[in-house]
């Protein structure tokens, strides 16, 4: 089993930047890739980005595409979300996730969630 723990949500104005992490702790290595996904209020859960343990290859949903930016450090067992140029309708909760492939984690075949972290886009 892997478990995921977000942090870094909060408050930023439009324009703005926040760091997301996740923490993956457990078997890790048991999953191939990692991913964002987001679901803002009465809307579905959505795809934001993803990219694998090794790194070589991301995917990103056109919405955040040039502003967002997905790393992760093998080290740390941490996959980091940056998010540059804010705008309201980011505002959501952003759950980390993991998956056996990068195609799967795109396409929502997820086999662990985090607990979600809060970002609030508004001035």
């Known amino acids: 089993q892997v478990q995921l723990v977000e942090s870094g949500g909060g408050l930023v104005q439009p324009g703005g930047s926040l760091r997301l992490s996740c923490a993956a702790s457990?078997?890790?290595?048991?999953?191939?890739?990692m991913g964002w996904y987001r679901q803002a209020p009465g809307k579905e859960r959505e795809f934001v980005a993803a990219?694998?343990?090794?790194?070589?290859?991301?995917y990103y949903a056109d919405s955040v595409k040039g502003r967002f930016t997905i790393s992760r450090d093998n080290a740390k067992r941490t996959v980091n979300l940056q998010m540059n140029s804010l705008k309201p309708e980011d505002t959501a909760v952003y759950y980390c996730?993991?998956?056996?492939?990068?195609?799967?984690?795109?396409?929502?075949?997820?086999?662990?969630w985090g607990q979600g972290t809060q970002v609030t886009v508004s001035s």
């Open positions: 990219i694998t343990w090794a790194g070589a290859v991301a």
């Open positions: 996730a993991g998956g056996d492939t990068l195609v799967e984690v795109r396409n929502g075949r997820l086999r662990s």
């Open positions: 457990g078997s890790v290595f048991s999953i191939a890739a």
